[in-house]
């Protein structure tokens, strides 16, 4: 079993900044905590969750158009960690932040309400 957690979530302003972290912890047959496919989605109050950003293994990446050019994913192999730069933060960014794995692993989610 693989165990997703993420951290780094919090009450920001609109337009500022936050970094998200999730660490796959656990065992697998494969060894590979990782996957080939990481990714983060949202959950906004009253919205099903979506999509943010996707990463693979060779740092291949996809973003949702509302976070394009605001949002950089990223991930640490060794480390076993996946990131979310969050710039120039919006209200409608308020969600729970969910790191997945490929396979169908999710973390707890982490809270990230932007106002003033």
């Known amino acids: 079993q693989v165990q997703l957690a993420e951290s780094g979530g919090g009450l920001v302003q609109p337009g500022g900044s936050l970094r998200l972290s999730c660490v796959a912890s656990?065992?697998?047959?494969?060894?590979?905590?990782?996957?080939?496919?990481m990714a983060w989605y949202r959950q906004a109050p009253g919205k099903e969750r979506e999509l943010v950003a996707s990463i693979t293994r060779t740092a291949t990446t996809t973003y949702a158009d509302a976070v394009q050019g605001r949002f950089v994913i990223s991930r640490d192999n060794a480390k076993n960690m996946l990131y979310l730069q969050m710039n120039n933060l919006k209200p409608e960014d308020t969600a729970i932040y969910y790191c997945y794995r490929s396979q169908g692993y999710w973390g707890q989610g982490t809270q990230v309400p932007v106002s003033s």
């Open positions: 656990g065992t697998i047959f494969s060894g590979d905590l990782m996957g080939n496919m």
